[in-house]
């Protein structure tokens, strides 16, 4: 069971608008630590995509952006297409547990 | 650019020990907080430890503290895992990943491409 809870899958027909979602906690994402996610694509390393709830590293398309409130965070993804289909995780710290914390992940399928 | 490739990953018996290693370049090494990563088979990722960039610091998941250290020599720009008293749960592939964050805010802008740990009988 993760600290960081995210929807196992999530699915879209390309050009449309996803979301997907990461619940943590008071001592995590509510204690106002950074949110980051990351897409890992079959059989390889994940990759940043948001950083420090909302922000893109160079090379990241801007359909991607990162929200958070409260004890949650989301990764939105617009103009879906084929190349986007890949695992998601979020990340943060637990202050409680004194230990970097990832979500289970979501896999997410392009129609 | 920057690289990371991981070595020395295979398969071991449990209860024996393994070490990885994490060969850096195209940054400057020492400057930097390092991590290890690992994903266990068709699982999630699951952090393992973090090394500060002078390894004055080191902190562990709980799942890994006694068994595994982790350690650097900045001089040749590697990073370590030594991995002891290995279980069949470790089973996993092991990631080194770059540390962008400050204090506790990590995070992890560059990964190597992964090194796999088998531990069987």
């Known amino acids: 069971q993760s600290v960081l809870t995210q929807p196992p899958t999530v699915s879209g027909a390309p050009g449309q608008r996803v979301t997907i979602s990461c619940t943590g906690g008071s001592s995590n994402i509510g204690a106002g630590y950074g949110v980051h996610w990351y897409q890992q694509l079959p059989g390889t390393a994940p990759k940043l995509f948001i950083y420090g709830d909302t922000n893109r590293p160079s090379g990241v398309p801007d359909r991607l952006s990162g929200s958070k409130s409260g004890t949650s965070a989301s990764l939105a993804i617009t103009g879906l297409q084929a190349e986007d289909e890949a695992d998601y995780y979020c990340?943060?710290?637990?202050?409680?547990?004194?230990?970097?914390?990832f979500g289970g992940g979501t896999k997410l399928t392009v129609l | 650019q920057v690289q990371l490739v991981e070595s020395g990953g295979g398969v071991v018996q449990p209860g024996r020990s393994l070490r990885l290693s994490c060969a850096a370049s195209?940054?400057?090494?020492?400057?930097?907080?390092m991590h290890w990563v690992r994903q266990a088979p068709g699982r999630g990722l699951e952090w393992v430890a973090v090394i500060f960039y002078d390894g004055s610091v080191k902190y562990y998941a709980d799942s890994v503290k006694g068994r595994f250290t982790i350690s650097r020599d900045n001089s040749n720009n590697t990073l370590y895992l030594h991995m002891n008293s290995l279980k069949t749960e470790d089973t996993a592939v092991f990631y080194c990943?770059?540390?962008?964050?400050?204090?506790?805010?990590?995070?992890?802008?560059?990964w190597g491409q992964g090194a796999l740990v088998t531990v069987s009988s």
């Open positions: 990340q943060c710290y637990d202050s409680s547990l004194k230990s970097v914390v």
């Open positions: 990943a770059r540390d962008r964050g400050s204090g506790t805010a990590y995070y992890f802008d560059y």
């Open positions: 195209g940054f400057t090494f020492s400057s930097y907080g």
